[in-house]
C-alpha cells in the first residue's frame, strides 16, 4: 500500500471515527473527511466546537476508515499531527463543495470556519485474515 491506496481509500469510504484526547479523557466521533490528496487528508470543523479546542491543546489524531465487504470489511487507521490551514482558496473551496456550512453562518472569512491537515503520519490497514499478524505500517 501506498499514498495513492490510502487517499483512495479515505475518498470512497469519507466518515473517518477522530480520536482526540481532553485532559485524560479520550474522545470519538465521526467526521466527514472533506476530502484527501497527495497532500494529506483534509477535514473542516468550526472554532466553538470542543473539537477544534482538543485539536488546540493536542493536534494528534487516530483517525479510522471503514469499508464494509467481506468478513467484517476493510479498516484504514491513520495518525499523526494535524495542521491548521488558514487559507483563502481553500476556505472558498470548502464553502463551494459544503454548502450545508452556509446554514450555520460560516462563510469563507469566517473565523470559525477551521480547515486542517493531516499530512504526516503513519497508517496500517485491517481485515479480520490479518487480525492476527504483526502489523504493517506504511509512513506518509
Do not use: C
Amino acid at each position: 500500500m501506498d499514498l495513492k491506496n490510502m487517499v483512495e481509500f479515505a475518498n470512497k469510504n469519507a466518515i473517518a471515527w477522530i480520536a482526540t484526547v481532553e485532559g485524560d479523557q479520550p474522545r470519538v466521533r465521526p467526521l466527514g473527511m472533506w476530502f484527501a490528496d497527495e497532500g494529506g487528508f483534509y477535514f473542516q470543523t468550526a472554532a466553538s466546537k470542543d473539537l477544534y479546542q482538543q485539536l488546540q491543546k493536542n493536534p494528534i489524531i487516530e483517525a479510522a476508515f471503514y469499508e464494509s465487504g467481506e468478513g467484517l470489511g476493510r479498516m484504514m487507521r491513520l495518525s499523526g499531527r494535524v495542521e491548521f490551514l488558514d487559507d483563502p482558496e481553500l476556505k472558498t473551496k470548502v464553502i463551494m463543495d459544503r454548502p450545508f456550512l452556509k446554514q450555520f453562518g460560516l462563510r469563507p472569512d469566517s473565523p470559525d470556519l477551521i480547515i486542517f491537515r493531516l499530512s504526516h503520519g503513519a497508517a496500517h490497514f485491517w481485515t479480520m485474515k490479518d487480525n492476527m499478524k504483526p502489523k504493517t505500517i506504511i509512513k506518509f
